[in-house]
């Protein structure tokens, strides 16, 4: 019997606005390179899966401030090489200086709502597990998450990142859980469903652009509103 639900935050309850795949072809036209939107969206998932593995290895407060640089640069050539675009230096320079000066927000995707609420309406303890190592209180009230939430955990409070199993179990303390009585629901195959299976919860892989169906030892869905046909009971 699932008891709990857990939830990654970045890119599976909340997203930039405006789209970052917008802004990068935005500052790449103004650098006089034309393309279109579309072509950035399966780059960007590819380039997240490196700095977030990146990240739970060294937290980005760990790093100098070069050390963040070279990693957000090598971010972008990520980024540029799967969109098939050439670049030197100088470009990825030069498109971290344009996508720093953008303004962006966080805001919810439009299924976290319906999902939370049919979770709830389950009689579920919902929580977020996240690979943040800062205070989150502002960015939760702002984008709404802190009134549906029940447990929140970061790396700063669990001392580790994921997929070190310990945060999973320090949310799972808080919940009053077993591993085996929940579920996590991240967008990141290593760190998120790898990291959760280590620590014995159920993971499921979030794929919102359905770029990972090769991966099929693990649960895999769409939307969030799917996690209901993996409660099991």
């Excluded at 393309?35 to 060294?58: C, G, S």
């Excluded at 996508?99 to 389950?122: G, H, I, S």
């Amino acid at each position: 019997m699932i008891k709990a639900v857990f939830f990654d935050l970045y890119h599976t309850l909340v997203r930039y606005e405006p789209p970052r795949e917008e802004l990068q072809t935005k500052a790449l036209k103004e650098l006089g390179i034309d393309v279109k939107p579309e072509i950035f969206r399966r780059p960007l998932v590819i380039a997240d899966e490196f700095i977030y593995q990146e990240i739970a290895r060294t937290t980005l407060s760990q790093r100098s401030k070069e050390e963040q640089m070279a990693l957000w640069a090598q971010y972008q050539r990520i980024v540029l090489r799967e969109a098939g675009i050439e670049a030197d230096d100088n470009l990825v320079m030069d498109l971290l200086g344009k996508m720093r000066q953008f303004n962006m927000k966080l805001v919810l995707y439009d299924d976290v709502v319906p999902a939370f609420t049919e979770l709830r309406n389950r009689g579920l303890i919902l929580g977020l597990i996240s690979n943040v190592d800062r205070d989150l209180n502002t960015l939760l009230k702002d984008t709404g998450l802190l009134a549906l939430l029940d447990i929140t955990v970061t790396s700063q409070d669990a001392g580790v990142n994921k997929p070190n199993p310990e945060i999973f179990w320090k949310a799972l303390r808080r919940a009053g859980v077993k591993a085996a009585e929940s579920i996590y629901v991240g967008d990141q195959y290593q760190i998120d469903v790898l990291g959760a299976n280590k620590a014995g919860m159920k993971g499921i892989l979030l794929d919102r652009g359905g770029f990972f169906s090769d991966i099929n030892d693990c649960p895999r869905i769409r939307r969030l509103t799917e996690i209901i046909n993996h409660l099991g009971g």
